[in-house]
């Protein structure tokens, strides 16, 4: 009774740490950060500048970031002080990238669209339809549908639209890969020419994916949430500002609960949907409810915060949850949630597992401990991010490993094959077979 209870409380307890701390403390963040910068630039240049300065830092820091990927991914993990020294200025900086980046679009939109009904739904529309289109809609999310852990294997990884990568080979060479061919050069011969060409036009590729990914997907995402935020401006209690944020906060909340009520019902249509076209408009109506409470979810912490916190002091007040968020959730080694980086396509898990939210924090490090145990490795250094199709509702938490609808049937080959290698005694226990056990557990 116990094996079958504690799953449950695990997701549940994931589910409210998620909506009741993290999506708080990263809002207080976002919040604190962005009227800081207002509170400095706006009466140091004005608009329309200051907007402009904001977008330029923030995606500059922003390209740097992902075009650095494979250097700062060669960041040694030991002595775990630098590691940690490193990877917390990172987060630091890149958070307030991402900050000075939405804030840069939204004030540059503010002034050349102005703020209307007509320009706040017309550019909500538009940027939703190129979302859905492009198979992008699930990168709106936010917390308290999304927590983003501070795992040191990965820490400085994020996808690009493209999935276009630079890696080290193995003899130390670098060498450029692509998801269309492990190893390009092998297409062009060993000559020195063909292979400095190949590597080029790679490079050139890997920097206009960049590109794509944080300039096009990344303002789309912000002009979506910009529309919606306007539109419950206007709809909800206008002329009653703390009406509006309590009506916010209430209603986000109601919605989250809804949503993940209905995962169940949802992972399970998707499961059994055979044609492709209708598990991706599923996936992303899904998707988009869950948005509607993650607006409003924002919005009401946000202006709550904005009201009640220190409202004679506003300063002072955007200091300190500028401060104490990002403190708070570097303590709780969740500091990532307040990154907005990386592109995610719809329906990209197979089965129902597209519509089912990566909200792992007590089971991601409780399985990272087990590991650990286990197998005498450092499950720091063994332990593969928990992909996103490994995340169960409470709900479903029960009967999630022994329903077909929701486990692929690679995953089970791989999992019978490592235990093969490891029970076989004709093949030695090396690491590599070692990693490969590990890496077909967790997956």
């Known amino acids: 009774m116990r094996s079958l209870r504690s799953p449950f409380l695990l997701a549940l307890a994931d589910v409210l740490i998620s909506a009741l701390v993290v999506a708080p403390l990263v809002v207080a963040y976002w ?30 820091i922003h390209l740097v970031f992902a075009l650095l990927q494979p250097l700062l991914g060669l960041a040694p993990l030991r002595p775990h002080a630098t590691f940690l020294a490193l990877s917390r200025a990172y987060t630091a900086l890149f958070g307030i990238a991402c900050v000075n980046c939405w804030r840069g679009i939204w004030k540059v939109l503010d002034h050349e669209l102005g703020i209307t009904p007509l320009a706040d739904a017309g550019s909500f529309a538009a940027a939703l339809l190129a979302l859905a289109l492009t198979r992008t809609v699930r990168n709106i999310s936010a917390p308290p549908f999304v927590v983003a852990v501070d795992d040191a294997l990965g820490y400085f990884k994020f996808p690009t639209a493209f999935r ?46 960049c590109v794509v990914s944080v300039v096009v997907i990344g303002s789309l995402v912000v002009v979506v949430w910009r529309g919606a935020w306007y539109l419950v401006d206007r709809l909800l209690f206008p002329e ?70 220190l409202p004679d002091f506003p300063l002072m007040s955007n200091w300190l949850t500028h401060v104490v968020g990002l403190l708070v959730l570097m303590l709780l080694h969740c500091s990532n949630s307040i990154l907005v980086r990386g592109v995610w396509f719809d329906g990209e898990e197979e089965k129902g597992a597209c519509v089912v939210f990566p909200v792992l924090y007590i089971r991601h490090y409780s399985k990272k401990q087990h590991m650990g145990a286990n197998h005498g490795i450092p499950a720091e250094e063994e332990m593969q991010t928990i992909k996103q199709g490994d995340v169960v509702h409470p709900l479903m938490s029960n009967h999630h490993n022994k329903s077909s609808d929701i486990q692929s049937s690679h995953r089970e080959k791989e999992e019978e094959s490592a235990h093969v290698r490891r029970d076989s005694d004709s093949t030695p226990l090396t690491p590599d077979v070692t990693r490969e056990i590990i890496i077909g557990r967790t997956t």
């Open 164 to 209: 276009t990568k630079i890696s080290l080979a193995e003899n130390g060479r670098r060498q450029v890969e692509t998801k269309d061919s492990e190893d390009p050069y092998q297409r062009y011969g060993r000559s020195v020419i063909a292979r400095a060409g190949v590597a080029s036009w790679c490079a050139v590729r890997y920097v206009a994916d």
């Open 240 to 309: 009653k500002p703390e009406w509006s944020a309590w009506g916010s906060l209430i209603l986000g909340y109601s919605i989250a609960v809804f949503v993940f009520s209905l995962q169940v019902p949802a992972v399970a249509l998707c499961a059994r949907l055979k044609h492709g076209f209708l598990r991706l408009v599923t996936a992303d109506t899904f998707i988009f409810l869950s948005f509607c409470g993650t607006v409003n979810v924002w919005r009401g912490v946000w202006n709550l915060l904005n009201i009640h916190l």
């Open 31 to 60: 919040r604190g950060t962005w009227q800081v910068v207002d509170a400095y630039l706006v009466p140091l240049v004005g608009d329309p500048l200051n907007g402009w300065l904001s977008l330029a830092f923030g995606i500059t």
